[in-house]
């Protein structure tokens, strides 16, 4: 199972430029979480402190009892091989074909014999859709396949914390849900913590347990992914609709004075931006038909249910139609049409009562396990 990260207190600047301050959040083992945020609130800078690439200035980043801010050298190296990291462009080495650049983690960090770095470099080409590309060199693919090539080597040391940087950049929007459905193929088959930075509002509304976002220098919101979706902090509104009618400005926030001007143009007429109004709670993006269940998922479900009470009434009401009759039995509740026009928790009869067991665990992922391979196999993505 993946582990937890326990984040409290985390605060970084750069000489005097405060980039974000006091970030408190949980990501629960296993779960997949997704972190938005305007351009520059610095999600590219947190995902480098949560691996000891940067230091941040206070708080702390626990994983597995050990704080990485604080930590020993010795203690960061060994908290580091928990990781797979999958940077924007697959940070793969030029003049390396696939296999190579696949196999380098296990060549630079294991005893292993070249034939058992073959097998793992081949089950995670095939768990990628790579198979046959192996000779192939980094310039001679699509930015899609390279990504998958970065993920296969992410996935080689057998990680138990997946960090992704900006998937969607440089795809067009379909092979950024093919990705996506990889990373959740992936995250059933290991039961890795996924951490996911992007802008890419599809991928954020259908793919995530766990969705926050960074802004002002602060983390605005991090939780179940019904709590943001259902959110009305105009930044998020915004955010998710892609408007210029908001805080967010063209570089950075916008003062009162810029959003007051603003806001009498948008009211006079002048086009905000963003064709529809993007709200609710999508139905979440699923591991592909053959792939085991995904063990985080059903954590996740107990865990949000653990909570239902503490959330507000949107989201509480979204987290409920999402279950199915069987669930809501299990969980003791039923569906409450008009909640969001409640104030508060739900009524405690209708908050879950948790039998001790009763899920059974899923199946764990075994080598007889074979993805479908969601891509052709030597296709240009
Ligand atoms: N090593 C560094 N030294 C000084 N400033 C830095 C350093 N790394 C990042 N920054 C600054 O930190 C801020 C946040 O950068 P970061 O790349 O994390 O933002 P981001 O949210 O990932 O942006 P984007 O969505 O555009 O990728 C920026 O102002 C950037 O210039």
Known sequence: ??????????????????????VTLTLPPGEVSVMLGPSGTGKSVFLKSMIGLLKPDRGKCVINGV??????????YDVRKLFGV??????LFGSMNLYDNVAFPLREHTKKSETEIRRIVLEKLEMTGLSGAEKKLPGEISGGMRKRAGLSRALVLDPKIILVDEPDSGLDPVRTTYISQLFLDVNAQIDATFLIVTHNINLARTVPDNLGMLFRKELVMFGPREVLLTSDEPVVKQFLNGRMDGP????????????AAEKAMFEAGHHAGGVED???????????????ERGGARRRKDRVMRILHTLPPAAQEG????????????????????????????????????????WREPRQATDTDRLPPPYP????S
């Open 319 to 358: 987290i409920i139609e999402s279950l199915s009759p069987e669930e809501r039995r299990h969980y003791g509740v039923q569906t409450h049409h008009g909640l969001t026009s409640q104030r508060g928790q739900l009524p405690t009869e209708d908050v879950a009562a948790l039998p001790g067991s009763g």
């Open 67 to 76: 704080d990485v801010v604080t930590c020993s050298e010795r203690k960061l």
């Open 86 to 91: 999958l940077f924007q462009d697959g940070a």
């Open 278 to 292: 993007v709200t609710g709670i999508p139905e979440q993006m699923q591991p592909t038909p053959g792939v085991p």
């Open 248 to 259: 967010i400005g063209m570089s950075e926030e916008k003062d009162s004075a810029t959003m």
């Open 377 to 380: 196999q030597q296709g240009r």
């Open 1 to 22: 199972m993946g582990v937890e990260v326990v984040i409290e207190g985390l605060t970084k600047s750069f000489g005097k430029q405060t980039i974000w301050r006091d």
